[in-house]
């Protein structure tokens, strides 16, 4: 059974950064995605930024140049750096692993509030 562990959550100003951390346990099949989604109250679900165990990465346009992506493929850990914070980026965030076949992984969500 997999398992996702998701941190880094929390309160900042505008323009301020935050780093949310993502942990994978279990049977993980080498070869996926890792990624965050965020959904906003009233709005839907959306792809913030995805990365593949090969390193190609993917962003919603309206993070590219702020948020960056990274993983460690060693310890199933995925992370997304995100700077120049604005309000319209508070949600709740995801961390998600999808396995292909094998299955579609959910973390429980970490909260990010932007405000002054």
Known sequence: QVQLVESGGGLVQPGGSLRLSCAA???I???NAMGWYRQAPGKQRELVSII???GTTNYADSVKGRFTISRDNAKNTVSLQMN????EDTAVYYCN??????????????QVTVSS
């Open 25 to 27: 346990s279990g049977s």
């Open 29 to 31: 099949h080498r070869f």
């Open 52 to 54: 593949t165990s090969v």
């Open 84 to 87: 120049s914070l604005k309000p």
């Open 97 to 110: 692993l999808d396995l292909m076949i094998f299955g579609n992984y959910w973390g429980q969500g970490t």
